[in-house]
């Protein structure tokens, strides 16, 4: 099926030291499935592992496509763009094509561009530096980079954190559209618990060896993460999760 993600007993280390032990899961065509757990767990590496960038030690990553190969969008956890950066907006998105300079491009990329900043709502900052664009503009437009060629499979790490709570809002329900009307398989790493819960079909839990798939109601009910809280009330997290609960508890768990 276009789209679809399996993941089969994926192995990871770094210098010898574990980081992904066999694990295993599958998310479809039309889904939202989290990923979540705590900092270090491995939740970008198993990310960057299912792009090809880090090469597993073992297991089996299968990414289905229209014609074998799937479209992946991509926006990574960290960006540094510099204030001064001379690049315009619309120049930046178009990068996502990967094709040549901007004066060079065809119709049909140019709209491509244009609908992809129009889905995001940025296509008003198409001409501004994206340097000077405020830290919820820039994450629309790395949204846009990453939707420009009408992916089948969707990557996002951590790309609603640091927005105000309606952008956050507003970011997932742009997401999880586009999930739902172009069956776009949607993998998304988030520590607001809330967000999770509200957008997430499914998830996977993973923290030091321990992973947990199914139902994201199922995956946030279960032992696992009533140990790793020492509360079922998810309420109690507030809307940044585990970060409150690190301040609170200090478990030591992280
Ligand atoms: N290229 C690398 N070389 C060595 N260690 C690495 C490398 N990449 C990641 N790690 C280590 O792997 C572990 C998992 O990192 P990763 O970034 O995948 O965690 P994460 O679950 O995404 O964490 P966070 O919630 O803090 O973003 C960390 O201990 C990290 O230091």
């Known amino acids: 099926m276009t789209g679809e993600i399996r993941v089969d007993n994926l192995q990871v280390s770094f210098n010898g030291e574990t980081i992904l032990d066999h694990v295993s899961f599958q998310a479809n065509p039309g889904e939202m499935f989290a990923i979540i757990g705590p900092n270090g767990a491995g939740k970008s590496t198993l990310l960057k592992t299912i792009l090809g960038l880090i090469r597993p030690q073992g297991g089996h990553v299968s990414l289905e ?3 074998g190969k799937p479209i992946v969008g991509y926006v990574p956890q960290s960006r540094t763009i510099d204030d001064e950066t001379p690049i315009q907006a619309g ?3 178009s990068l996502g094509l990967k094709v040549r300079i901007i004066p ?16 995001t709502h ?4 198409a ?12 994450q629309r437009v790395f949204l846009a980079q990453a939707l420009v060629r009408a992916p089948d499979i969707l990557l996002l790490d951590e790309s609603t954190a640091n927005l105000d709570p309606n952008a956050q809002e507003q970011m997932m329900q742009l997401i999880k559209s586009v999930c739902h009307e172009h069956k776009v398989t949607v993998l998304f790493i988030s520590h607001d618990l809330h967000l999770v819960k509200e957008y997430a079909d499914r998830a996977l839990f993973m923290s030091r060896g321990h992973y947990e798939t199914g139902g994201v109601n199922h995956v946030m009910d279960n032992k696992a993460m009533e140990w790793l809280y020492h509360s079922t009330d998810h309420e109690k997290l507030g809307r940044r999760g585990l970060f409150e609960m690190d301040r609170e508890h200090k ?3 992280f």
């Open 65 to 67: 496509g229209e014609t």
């Open 91 to 93: 120049d930046f998105v």
């Open 104 to 119: 060079w491009m065809s119709p049909s990329e140019r709209r491509s561009v244009k609908r992809a900043m129009e889905m």
């Open 122 to 125: 940025t296509l008003h900052l």
């Open 127 to 138: 001409k501004k530096p994206i340097g000077k664009l405020s830290g919820g503009e820039r």
């Open 251 to 253: 478990t030591g768990y």
